[in-house]
């Protein structure tokens, strides 16, 4: 099962994150999942993280990982990441600077019956918000 649960995970982020496809969310994500540290104002259940990709998506374009590392936990899968793309729209309340933008995170998504049911992470939204700042090297 835990090579099933990865393949889920890997799916939200290439397909969803990185890939665009906004859909992948609804068909990987339970309608009813617990994000147990979403963004500020993010809404509860699947619509939440969809929310987040949408903003990635709409944000960032040349998406892309500069890691991307999955661990076997069971019924969770922790994965350690460094996103990357380049500022083209509003991203994380910023309007598009152009800059290219690098983020890390770990995150621990708990998959039942195929679908992510709940999610815990980490995100270093200070420092992506650092490298946007006016004065900030692009």
């Known amino acids: 099962m835990s090579a099933e649960n990865i393949a889920i995970v890997r799916r939200y982020t290439e397909e969803g994150c990185v890939g ?8 990987v ?12 104002g993010q809404p509860a259940g699947r619509q939440g993280l969809r929310q987040t990709v949408q903003m990635v998506v709409r944000g960032l374009s040349d998406r892309g ?4 590392e999955y661990l076997d936990a069971g019924d969770a899968v ?27 995170g770990v995150e621990i998504w708990r998959v039942t019956g195929g679908r992510i049911a709940e999610r815990w992470g980490v995100v270093d939204v200070a420092g992506a918000l ?3 700042a006016p004065g900030a090297a692009a």
Request: hydrophobic residues 40%; charged residues 30%.
């Open 20 to 27: 665009g496809r906004i859909e992948v969310v609804d068909e």
């Open 65 to 68: 990982t500069v890691l991307d």
């Open 29 to 40: 994500v339970a309608e009813d999942c617990v994000d147990h540290d979403p963004m500020p």
């Open 130 to 132: 650092a490298q946007l």
């Open 78 to 104: 922790v994965q350690n990441w460094i996103f990357r793309g380049t500022h083209t729209g509003e991203f994380l309340g910023v309007p598009a600077t152009g800059k290219e933008v690098r983020v890390r």
